[in-house]
């Protein structure tokens, strides 16, 4: 005959195959919850590296344009005849900025999304978007200049000469950050 188990023996195991189920489903849910945040960032990352993409290309296009404005008012500069006497519209097509995208880059920042990737990849892409933000604001910056000065052509000439030596310099440097993240990204 068998004796019969102690109430708090019985209890203790009921309790216990209970507290074991629920941690086995807590963390069974942390473990999901990481697997879909994961797949998040994977999504997150992939979209931002097809902006960099789209980036870098509005940037070659645009900087080729930019050297040939810089290198063109550089000579006028340094030449002998006086700024006025050149003819800017001849090389001027407009300040023809890059067409930034950084959608990717502001819906991982609003859905929470950059926080939880690595500590190092999210401030590589804050610097990067900040250096990107910097280059696209340039052009601003240089023509609130020239509205300051109309009409004073030495002046128009050499400010738009100093944009866009800026502009390449800002330029050339943003395609390295560019090649950088996509090379850190793609580790």
């Known amino acids: 005959m068998t004796t019969p188990r102690p109430l708090w023996k ?8 209970i507290v074991f189920a629920v941690l086995l489903a807590l963390g069974a ?18 979209n931002i590296r097809a902006e960099l993409t789209h980036n870098t290309e509005a940037v070659e296009q645009a900087l080729s344009y930019h ?6 008012l ?3 500069r340094f030449s002998e005849e006086p700024a006025g006497s050149f003819d800017l519209q001849g090389v001027w097509r407009g300040a023809q900025v890059p067409d930034f995208k950084d959608s990717a880059y502001q819906t991982a920042v609003v859905t929470g999304t950059l926080a939880l990737m690595e500590f190092e ?4 892409l804050a610097s990067l978007y900040k250096q990107q933000y910097t280059v696209e604001h340039l052009f601003e910056r240089y023509l609130e200049a020239l509205l300051i000065s109309p009409g004073d052509p030495e002046r128009t000439t050499l400010i738009v000469g100093m944009m866009a030596g800026d502009i ?20």
């Open 74 to 76: 550089a000579r006028v």
């Open 29 to 46: 849910n942390a473990w999901y919850q990481h697997v879909q945040e994961q797949q998040l960032v994977r999504s997150v990352l992939a």
């Open 168 to 187: 390449v310099l800002g330029e050339q440097a943003l395609l390295g950050s560019y090649e950088e993240m996509r090379v850190f990204l793609n580790e």
């Open 10 to 17: 019985t209890l203790s195991l009921e309790v216990g195959s």
């Open 67 to 72: 050297e040939s404005i810089a290198d063109t």
């Open 121 to 124: 990849t999210g401030s590589r």
